[in-house]
């Protein structure tokens, strides 16, 4: 009975701990739905439009330099959050009837993570993501000049760069991303910018070639410069070079993946990341070839890699003493065929009738020794009185089994143990210079 | 066992002649190539079945990885003193004019090999009389000959690539590669099923141990060499070769 009334106290607490969370809302805000309950949701952007809808109005921050405090009406009404309504006050929350208590910051940087604090509220998943990302780390890290949302996203202009049904991101952002991220990274930008993925976005909006975000992810941006990543990244190319769907539009094969793998450096590289992904090796990834953010076609008249020099410079990166034969000895992401390396598909043809030929045949004569041997051992057994006188009468080869005959063992055997001959051992012995 | 016998006959003591077959050297050389080859296929198949899980639990660090590499380059190392030793010592044997011609293979060995057939096809009531090595040790012989000239090629290929491809074509290191991990994988599984067939379940023969071979094991087996030594008839030859 004491145990019985143990669970229902426990069932009691349980369900009081469960009631007692689910009633405290303040500590788990609903994620990009509704924001939360503003106590001055009565003010209407109208209000705070009466004096930041007026250009001029401006203040002084404590490093004394002046900030504007205009707001466009036009640029926020365009906005995704202004074109669903949602109001100033929702964001700026610590401001209320007119006069607000007055803002204070040290500089115009600190306004922007002072301000930029409150998109947790409604974009917690974003916001846990980006507090994961290298720019965080640098935050952190006290270099105040790293991303926060709104270095990307603008405070006033947000845009919705997510198509809301299909998740996918939207063309036009796909096109903004690469100048996003050049407001602060422009020199990786100009090469991206020049590679065969940054001029067909920028030429076409190819919506099969990466952007920025497509490799380095978006809210949780990793640091490219860890052992992780570069031994992860064969992988992120793979996502669409070992896809066909994408790949056969451009005639690009998709083996690259498998081949690499397949080969020495990159059976390594996919089990340091297997097994040991913080170790660092020197085997080569995609990127160490074909280039980080300014990769060429394959076959580029200047840069591609089936220039042979290019590929040989390619290679004395790590093999300094390699000469122009060396290239060759990596199969360039090739199936051996006659064409391509014929030398290693003959070598391949080779042992695919030389392993069933040997193997086979060599199987095939253990079997029928064994049996014969069985058959011989068991006949023996049989017949233990056969005398052995018999054997010589014959001799012709029999198609059946000759039942009748002892065994050659068996004979051998019989009369071996008659010899009484002087030992003879010096004379074999002496032979024994003949020996190889 | 070869002392003298009684000068009356005794039905109970029997004298029996022991033939030496393998010199010590050629014994040392045997067990050097076993235990070396054996170490070399134990580090190989990890690093060949790299993507294999029991692989990775094997060389689950990259410092591991490289002692085994290290104790299969020590060990190849060995293997390669000794085929050097072993080519080298039949070199002076040959400009001696003494190197045997027993392990050589001859039409002889082709037409044993027929005759072995039919004998296990029930077609022939004996096996064919031996010389001192028959054809399926020569196979052994021969077989181990080439593979592990094979491997020691390749494996050097693999060992100095930059070096190679100063006088050899760059393609000529995935050849090595897929020949030095296919060879290995035939030729293991080659000379475990048949040398083990062969020296272990058929018969026991120790002569790689003794270095000898006993009076019925010879008239049996090698009844061509016992006759050559001997000068005796055994039963095993006469019908032989009809």
Known sequence: MTRHLTFAYLGIIILAGIFFFQVNPAASAPLEQESPPNPNLSISDEYCLGCHGQPGQTTTLGDGSILDLYVDPAVHAASIHGSQGYACVQCHTDVGEYPHPAFEAADRRSVTLQLNAVCERCHTTQFQLAHDSVHAQALAEGKTAAAVCTDCHSAHAVQDWVDQETGETLPEARLAIPETCAQCHNAIYQEYQGSVHGAALSDENNPDVPTCIDCHGVHNIEDPTTTQFRLASPQLCGDCHADPQRMTQYGISTDVMSTYVADFHGTTVSIFEKISPDQETNKPVCYDCHGVHNIKRADDPEKGLQVQENLLATCQKCHPDAEENFPAAWLSHYIPSPEKYPLVYYVNLFYKFFIPTVLGGMGILVALDASRNLINWRRKNQKPQEPPAEEPATNQPLEEPAVENAPTEESAETQAIQEELPPAADEPSTEETAND | ?242
């Open chain 2, 1 to 242: 066992m070869s002392d003298k016998p009684p000068a009356t006959p005794d039905p109970v003591i029997r004298s029996e002649r022991i033939f030496k077959r393998f010199s010590l050297g050629q014994r040392w050389e045997h067990w050097i190539l076993f235990l070396s080859s054996l170490i070399l296929l134990l580090t190989g198949l990890p690093q060949k079945y790299r993507t294999a899980g029991w692989s990775q639990q094997i060389l689950s660090t990259p410092e591991r990885l490289e002692f085994i590499q290290a104790i299969h380059h020590i060990t190849a190392i060995v293997l390669i003193v000794l085929a050097l030793y072993h080519l080298g010592w039949a070199i002076i044997l040959m400009i001696r004019r003494k190197l045997s011609d027993d392990i050589l293979v001859h039409i002889q060995d082709i037409r044993d090999f027929g005759q072995m057939l039919a004998y296990l096809l029930f077609m022939r009531k004996k096996t064919p009389a031996f010389g001192k090595y028959n054809f399926e040790q020569k196979i052994t012989y021969w077989f181990v000959f080439f593979g592990t000239g094979i491997m020691i090629l390749s494996g050097l290929i693999l060992l100095f690539p930059i070096a190679i491809t100063h006088v050899l074509p760059g393609s000529v290191v995935p050849a090595a590669k897929l020949m030095h991990s296919t060879e290995a994988v035939v030729a293991a599984i080659f000379i475990l099923i048949w040398h083990f067939f062969q020296v272990h379940i058929k018969r026991l023969n120790l002569s790689m141990f003794t270095g000898k071979l006993n009076e019925e094991d010879m008239r049996t087996y090698h009844a061509l060499e016992y006759e050559r030594l001997t000068g005796e008839e055994t039963d095993q030859t006469g019908d032989g070769n009809s």
